[in-house]
T-cell receptor
C-alpha cells in the first residue's frame, strides 16, 4: 500500500517553455501532497504544500507564479514549471500524505527536469 | 526558522557491525519523526517512524529512539548488510495551520557498508 506515482520520470525542455509534472496517489486518498526539489547529493527542499480544493502554500523563496500547483482531486496534484530556465533543472519529487494519517508521507519516484 | 541537524554526514562500517545516525530538532512542538532511506537515483523510502508518545520503536534490524527532553532521535541499524548502503534522512514534523503536516529534513547521512 501507499504507492505514489509521478510522471514523467524525466523530461528535457527548452528555455522559455513550460513543463507539467503529475503526482498521483494510487491506492489511497491524499488531502495533502508536497512538492520537493532535490539537488545532487543534497537533502529534500520543500517547495510547497498542496491541499485538495484550495490554494497551495509555498515556502519562502519559492515563486508561486513560476511553480504552479494544482490539486484538483484527492489523488492528483500537478506542478507546472512555467517559463523554465536552465537553473530550474533539478530533481523534483512529490510526496503524498494519506488522509487521516497525520504527517506520514510517501514519495513518488521523482522527475528529472533538464532545461536546455 | 525550524531545523533538523543530522550527524554524521558520511558513515562507513564493516558488514555485520552496527550503524547509528543521530538527529536533533529545534521545534518543541514536533511530534512525528520518520526516517527515510534513499538509494541512488531512487525515491526516499519510509523505513521506520516514531511518534512523541513513544521512546523507542524496533523493526527487525532497525530501531529508532527518541528523547523529547533533549530533542534528539537516533536510528540504529544492527548487523549491517551491503544492501543497507544508501543515504538516510531523518525528519521532524513542524507547524500547524497552513503548514499542517509538513516535515523538515536533515541533510542526510551516506552510509557505506563494506563487505
Amino acid at each position: 500500500g501507499a504507492v505514489v506515482s509521478q510522471h514523467p520520470s524525466w523530461v528535457i525542455c527548452k528555455s522559455g517553455t513550460s513543463v507539467k509534472i503529475e503526482c498521483r496517489s494510487l491506492d489511497f486518498q491524499a488531502t495533502t501532497m508536497f512538492w520537493y526539489r532535490q539537488f545532487p547529493k543534497q537533502s529534500l527542499m520543500l517547495m510547497a504544500t498542496s491541499n485538495e480544493g484550495s490554494k497551495a502554500t509555498y515556502e519562502q523563496g519559492v515563486e508561486k507564479d513560476k511553480f504552479l500547483i494544482n490539486h484538483a482531486s484527492l489523488t492528483l496534484s500537478t506542478l507546472t514549471v512555467t517559463s523554465a530556465h536552465p537553473e530550474d533543472s533539478s530533481f523534483y519529487i512529490c510526496s503524498a500524505g494519506p488522509t487521516g494519517k497525520s504527517y506520514e508521507q510517501y514519495f513518488g519516484p521523482g522527475t528529472r527536469l533538464t532545461v536546455t | 526558522g525550524e531545523n533538523v541537524e543530522q550527524h554524521p554526514s558520511t558513515l562507513s562500517v564493516q558488514e555485520g557491525d552496527s550503524a547509528v545516525i543521530k538527529c536533533t530538532y529545534s521545534d518543541s512542538a514536533s511530534n512525528y519523526f520518520p526516517w527515510y532511506k534513499q538509494e541512488l537515483g531512487k525515491r526516499p523510502q519510509l523505513i521506520i517512524d516514531i511518534r512523541s508518545n513513544v521512546g523507542e520503536k524496533k523493526d527487525q534490524r532497525i530501531a529508532v529512539t527518541l528523547n523529547k527532553t533533549a530533542k534528539h532521535f537516533s536510528l540504529h541499524i544492527t548487523e549491517t548488510q551491503p544492501e543497507d548502503s544508501a543515504v538516510y534522512f531523518c525528519a521532524a514534523s513542524i507547524g500547524g495551520g497552513g503548514s499542517q503536516g509538513n516535515l523538515i529534513f536533515g541533510k542526510g547521512t551516506k552510509l557505506s557498508v563494506k563487505p
